[in-house]
């Protein structure tokens, strides 16, 4: 990787050079789309698909229970962001408690795959063929997700990822794609990210400054090449995670996937009981776990300050916000360390059931 950007920085121009086409066109062979619009970062991958759809003034039904980036591509695109509550199963929005929450002002649909596990795309594409909505995927956290054999991002109107540095494949640094079948707004996307050019110095429309630096592109395009032995990785200690807390009733382990569905593990995260002074205990012996997400989106500040959410609004949700522990999950975590993280995790359920 860091031969590859200090190749790109002595060769090639330091934005919009050649490695960010290649990468752009790995990207969307990997994917199965037929362009791949390289940007900024994750954010900036849904903000400028959302403008790209214009969904301005109307309103985008997506997940409480997500990274708040979600919901702030939405405002940033001059959309409403209203939500609608997950399922207890998968943490993905529940395809059945969304037609209680459309209106006549709804203008797509942004699922979100969240840690990695393929919401359910054959509804929810069935709801917005049948409603007209436009759909964006969020697949921040599921590069390389399969669905009845189709990757994730590949679905919806346009996919979204984001290459942060905590993702299954990062370009060392911030940095997104868009993905999609559209030529249109696969040129208008490259548009927005680069000022709004149409040449040099014309511009058609108000862009942004969100293009992917060149180097940051050519150590994506080596990442890339690793992602899938790395989701394997991540599949294999998840199975092992999962094989190891199988007897504790008060841990619930995260779904494995099965013929539909090949999750990628962003995360493991557990459902379990008191969570809070769970990590502590693990913190205490070493072993640093997160918490995704301690507060939902319609309960941040901000959200609650514009839009006037108050608790109670989306009890899966917030549930899920007290009780779901992320377990360290990296392709590079031995075996050895799964157990012992498991070890220590079934002891402290021992220990205080004595
Ligand atoms: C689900 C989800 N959506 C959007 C984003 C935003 O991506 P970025 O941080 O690259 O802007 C992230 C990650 O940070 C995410 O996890």
Same mark, same amino acid.
């Given at each position: 990787m860091v031969e590859a950007v200090s190749n790109a920085l002595r060769n090639e121009r330091l934005v919009l050079g050649e490695s960010v086409f290649k990468f752009e066109e790995a990207f969307a062979r990997y994917i199965g789309t037929?362009?791949?619009?390289?940007?900024?970062?994750?954010?900036?991958?849904?903000?400028?698909?959302?403008? $790209?759809?214009?969904?301005?003034?109307?309103?985008?039904?997506?997940?409480?229970?997500?990274?708040?980036?979600?919901?702030?591509?939405?405002?940033?695109?001059?959309?409403?962001?209203?939500?609608?509550?997950? !399922?207890?199963?998968? *943490?993905?929005?529940?395809?059945?408690?969304?037609?209680?929450?459309?209106?006549?002002?709804?203008?797509?649909?942004?699922?979100?795959?969240?840690?990695g596990y393929p919401a359910d795309m054959d509804k929810l594409m069935a709801i917005s063929e049948s409603q007209g909505l436009k759909v964006v995927e969020d697949a921040a956290q599921a590069h390389g997700a399969v669905y009845r054999g189709r990757k994730t991002g590949s679905f919806g109107d346009v996919g979204c990822f984001s290459? *942060?540095?905590?993702?299954?494949?990062?370009?060392?640094?911030?940095?997104?794609?868009?993905?999609?079948?559209?030529?249109?707004?696969?040129?208008?996307?490259?548009?927005? &990210?680069?000022?709004?050019?149409?040449?040099r110095y014309v511009h058609d429309v108000v862009g942004f400054?969100?293009?992917?630096?060149? $180097?940051?592109?050519?150590?994506?395009?080596?990442?890339l090449r690793h992602l899938d032995e790395w989701n394997e990785r991540r599949r294999?200690?998840? $199975?092992?995670?999962?094989?190891?807390?199988?007897?504790?009733?008060?841990?619930? !382990?995260?779904?494995?996937?099965?013929?539909?569905?090949?999750?990628?593990f962003h995360l493991y995260a557990i459902r379990c009981q008191r969570r809070d002074e769970l990590a502590e205990y693990l913190s205490s012996k070493g072993i640093e776990c997160g918490i995704h997400y301690p507060v939902p989106i319609h309960l941040q500040p901000v959200y609650r300050e514009m839009y006037g959410y108050a608790?109670?609004? *989306?009890?899966?949700?917030?549930?899920?916000?007290?009780?779901l522990l992320s377990l360290p999950m990296f392709p590079a975590l031995s075996d050895d360390?799964?157990? &012992?993280?498991?070890?220590?995790l079934l002891d402290f359920y021992r220990r205080s059931s004595r």
């Open positions: 037929k362009h791949a619009v390289s940007v900024s970062s994750g954010t900036a991958a849904l903000s400028l698909a959302l403008i $790209a759809l214009d969904v301005r003034d109307g309103e985008v039904l997506t997940s409480p229970f997500s990274f708040i980036a979600t919901a702030n591509a939405v405002v940033q695109a001059g959309g409403f962001p209203k939500f609608s509550d997950v !399922s207890e199963k998968d *943490y993905n929005m529940d395809p059945k408690k969304i037609k209680g929450n459309l209106t006549k002002r709804t203008k797509a649909l942004l699922p979100v795959h969240l840690f290459f *942060y540095s905590t993702k299954n494949m990062t370009v060392g640094g911030d940095g997104g794609m868009v993905t999609t079948d559209d030529e249109d707004i696969a040129r208008l996307v490259s548009k927005l &990210r680069d000022c709004g050019r149409t040449s400054t969100a293009r992917l630096n060149t $180097a940051n592109a050519a150590f994506g395009l080596v990442q294999a200690i998840a $199975a092992l995670y999962s094989k190891l807390l199988e007897g504790e009733p008060q841990v619930i !382990s995260p779904l494995q996937g099965d013929k539909k569905v090949l999750p990628v608790p109670g609004a *989306y009890p899966i949700s917030e549930s899920l916000s007290s009780s360390e799964v157990k &012992r993280v498991s070890e220590h």
